[in-house]
């Protein structure tokens, strides 16, 4: 398991993606998040298939703030269910990971 992660969530449009990075960056629970506009999800909610426009945020973390970095983004989603999905960065320049440690604290 490694030290660092990659964590992605949905968001309803660009305005709340940038509302919530924001606070998560300036929180240190996130060293960066990327928010990539206009992807189109389709998924199953409540017995019915929706088909939504959303944008997709990507945001690189320590594994260590994991957990309070998602109980954040339950606390501060417009969503009933946010996606939260954790993946490991394996490979990684010492650079990049020793910024992240930086602005995480």
């Known amino acids: 398991m490694s030290d660092y992660i ?17 606070k998560l960056v300036s929180e240190k629970l996130t060293a960066c998040v990327n928010i990539i506009p206009e992807v ?5 909610w409540k017995g019915k ?6 944008v997709v945020c990507i945001l690189k973390t320590k594994r260590s ?17 946010p996606e ?3 993946t490991d960065i394996t490979d990684a320049s010492a650079e990049y990971l020793k910024w992240i440690d930086e602005v995480t604290g």
Do not use: G, N
Not at 40 to 44: A, E, F, G, L, Q
Not at 49 to 54: A, G, L, N, P, S
Not at 65 to 81: N, Q, S, V
């Open 6 to 22: 990659i964590v992605m969530t949905t968001a309803p449009s660009k305005c709340a993606a940038a509302e919530m990075a924001e």
């Open 65 to 81: 703030l994991f957990e309070k970095l998602k109980a954040r983004i339950i606390e501060l989603h417009p969503y009933d269910l």
């Open 49 to 54: 298939v929706c088909d939504e426009q959303e």
């Open 40 to 44: 189109r999800s389709i998924y199953m």
């Open 84 to 86: 939260v999905v954790a």
